[in-house]
Nanobody, 125 residues
Framework: QVQLVESGGGLVQAGGSLRLSCAASGGTYSSYAMGWFRQAPGKEREGVSCIRSSDGRTYYADSVKGRFTISSDNAKNTVYLQMNSLKPEDTAVYYC??????????????????WGQGTQVTVSS
């Protein structure tokens, strides 16, 4: 139901910052959840950070708390992930996802129905 396009990935040294953007199209949504997920080679896709529009609740994986911040601009139909103090273990393909159903569990991969194509983030030592 939602078309998503990510941008903002790239190569950065450890300690640096990147901001990922995800633009949504297909309509205006009054209720939704959006999230950022990542997958490294040989590893399972994991939820990094998600946000629920109904109450503004956010979720952060323990590994990124204090370093990453999720935000949204409803007028632009865009969600962002500000990533600071990047570490080599943050290297992965980052995917934007959306779900129009209400999610009690906020950031589980299997609960999201719409996905972007992914953007590569590489953090060097």
């Amino acid at each position: 139901q939602v078309q998503l396009v990510e941008s903002g990935g790239g190569l950065v040294q450890a300690g640096g910052s990147l901001r990922l953007s995800c633009a949504a199209s297909g309509g205006t949504y009054s209720s939704y959840a959006m999230g950022w997920f990542r997958q490294a080679p040989g590893k399972e896709r994991e939820g990094v950070s998600c946000i629920r529009s109904s109450d503004g609740r956010t979720y952060y994986a323990d590994s990124v708390k204090g370093r990453f911040t999720i935000s949204s601009d409803n007028a632009k139909n865009t969600v962002y992930l500000q990533m600071n103090s990047l570490k080599p273990e943050d290297t992965a393909v980052y995917y934007c996802a959306a779900e129009l159903a209400f999610l009690k569990r906020l950031c589980r991969t299997a609960d999201f129905g719409s996905w972007g194509q992914g953007t590569q983030v590489t953090v060097s030592s």
